[in-house]
């Protein structure tokens, strides 16, 4: 059932009461109808005269100011091109239909009245006569009573942040009433916004080029409990493919999350790969510093994966819809490494031909890796230290400070608390830097999850190459497991490309590897035994294939190994069953 029907018209003109006119007396009483404008009209005289032919007063009619009427009900209907409101036509909002009803012309002629009087009466009549107002309003409310039932939460904004649209699930996973959130901004409602940072909308200068984009967050409900939630936003068109806001939906993950954590079965966690328990307890601090800002020194032999865990506490954080940006402190000379800290003005010294930003400034509300930081000069050490204490810093021959907001994480393989000892490092500095220490295990001190790695590397590169290479064999992952890693992740992604130049066949045979893991020999006092012994035994096995009925994908996640490991160990150590 339609309710409200609202004709907007340009500053001035009086079409707007001419056809509320016609419409009220063709409703005859059933609808709530508004003639609006950005600035009402004046009363006229000529065309409250012609409508008197046609039997209807309108010298009563107010023509509204849009400002005060910027959610109108069910209808809106522009009489002319250049009278569209500015209102997108987006879910929440009323149906906008476009007429090209003619200006009056603010001359004296009667005959012109009448003519857009005419117009203006026959689309009116074809507006209720074929019924196009009820099949536009029940098409509309079907969309939204689709909207309003699914189970994920939906939420709609205009390119103003102005929430039009929030659903029954939104409610529930928000702890919000929509009564509290519509028509409203969508940062003000939720502190931080609803996306925690992580969307196109936190900068209120910049209208975003938004295509469809997924991604996890976090996020405090109204009681205050903490939710991970997963976000899918689509932006949203009208026919002139014109930007008109966003619908997201989302779900609340939290109880599978917390499951899946309790079980041990995250296998992969912001691209890293690991399901090793040193992991997981990595895994569980990163996410345990989502809500802070404070620095974090990730330690750890080269090739663990440092920087991965860099991103991955940026991607956890509400700075995640900031810029991340690293540094690799041990690869530049100290001058060259002040000017991409902190950047330099023009003419400040050979070659400084513009100004140009620093890291810390590029990296403005978000998140500055520094990579490599036990390689900084103790000079560098200095300045690195005023700008942690301060946030402020000035750029390489400049004479104005530079205010800065960001968090910065920190990674080195060297032992920092020795060099302190040594006076290689400053002691204040490694306090400011070490407020939350991460220490990456090594490859060698996880080897359950190398037939994880070397599963996922192969399948990667079999994509990335179209070979015909359908695995491993058995005795190559024997091989990997026993080798030692000093190169970590990093060597052993190599020594799967080696292999895959060498392989000519389907199958990675151990002499495909790298000489020095082929020759390698674990020092033993006693026969070698076969790897995969280490990470498994008869009584393990047989023990997770009873408790998961049998299904060895189950088993093999509970072991913490890869199915094809585990098939290989039933095949060889457990004939028969």
Not at 270 to 278: F, M, P, S, T
Not at 299 to 326: Q, Y
Not at 436 to 456: M, T, Y
Request: glycine content about 8%.
């Amino acid at each position: 059932m339609i309710t409200n029907l609202t004709f907007f018209d340009i500053p001035g003109d009086i079409r707007a009461a001419m056809a509320v006119g016609f419409a009220t007396k063709l409703a005859n009483g059933t609808l709530d109808i508004k003639a609006t404008a950005n600035t009402p009209a004046l009363a006229d005289p000529i065309a409250i005269a012609v409508m008197a032919e046609h039997g209807i007063d309108i010298s009563n009619i107010k023509i509204q100011n849009i400002a005060k009427n910027n959610t109108p009900g069910d209808i809106i209907v522009s009489m002319s091109a250049d009278s569209r409101p500015d209102g997108p036509a987006i879910p929440g909002l009323a149906i906008r239909i476009d007429w090209d009803i003619p200006k009056i012309s603010k001359v004296d002629n009667i005959e012109h009245y009448r003519f857009v009087c005419n117009d203006i009466r026959k689309h009116v009549n074809s507006l209720f006569q074929t019924s196009l107002l009820p099949v536009v309003v029940d098409l509309k409310r079907t969309n939204e009573l689709i909207l309003d039932h699914f189970t994920e939460g939906v939420l709609v904004h205009d390119t103003n942040r102005i929430i039009t649209w929030f659903n029954k699930a939104a409610e529930e996973i928000t702890g919000f009433d929509r009564k509290e959130v519509l028509g409203r901004d969508c940062h003000d409602v939720f502190s931080g916004g609803f996306c925690a940072g992580k969307c196109s909308f936190c900068d209120n200068d910049i209208t975003p080029n938004m295509n469809n984009c997924s991604y996890a967050l976090n996020f405090n409900a109204k009681d205050g409990s903490k939710k991970q939630l997963n976000m899918s936003v689509q932006a949203l068109r009208d026919r002139d493919n014109v930007f008109q806001g966003i619908l997201a939906c989302f779900k609340d993950v939290t109880e599978v999350e917390h499951l899946r954590r309790r079980l041990k079965k995250v296998q992969s966690f912001h691209g890293i790969i690991g399901r090793n328990e040193k992991m997981q307890e990595v895994y569980e601090l990163v996410r345990d510093l989502a809500d802070s800002n404070v620095p974090v020194l990730v330690l750890g032999e080269s090739g663990t994966g440092k920087e991965l865990i860099a991103g991955a506490i940026h991607g956890e954080s509400d700075r995640a819809g900031k810029t991340f940006v690293t540094v690799n402190c041990g690869a530049l000379p100290e001058g060259i490494l002040e000017s991409e800290l902190f950047g330099h003005v023009k003419g400040a010294f050979t070659g400084a031909i513009r100004d140009k930003k620093g890291r810390f400034e590029l990296a403005d509300g978000g998140t500055l890796f520094l990579d490599e930081i036990g390689e900084l000069s103790q000079n560098m050490q200095v300045k690195l230290l005023r700008v942690l204490q301060e946030g402020t810093f000035e750029p390489v021959g400049g004479e104005h400070q530079v205010t800065v907001d960001v968090r910065v994480l920190s990674a080195t393989n060297r032992d920092l608390r020795d060099m302190v000892k040594k006076g290689l490092f400053r002691e204040d500095l490694f306090y400011r830097l070490n407020v939350v220490p991460i220490e990456l295990p090594a490859l060698r001190d996880r080897r359950n999850d190398i037939p994880l790695l070397v599963d996922f590397y192969v399948n990667r590169f079999i994509s990335e190459s179209n070979r015909d290479i359908q695995g491993i064999a058995a005795e190559t992952m024997d091989k990997m497991i026993d080798y030692r890693w000093p190169g970590n992740i990093r060597e052993l992604q190599n020594a799967i490309r080696y292999a895959f130049v060498k392989c000519k066949g389907e199958t990675i045979m151990p002499e495909h590897l790298p000489p020095e893991i082929y020759n390698y020999n674990m020092p033993t006092t006693v026969a070698k035994k076969s790897s995969r012994k280490k990470i498994l035994d008869v009584e393990k096995v047989r023990q997770a294939l009873k408790s998961t009925n049998g299904n060895k994908t189950l088993a093999a996640e509970k072991l913490g190994v890869g199915r094809a490991t585990l098939h290989r160990f039933i095949k060889s150590d457990m004939p028969g069953y």
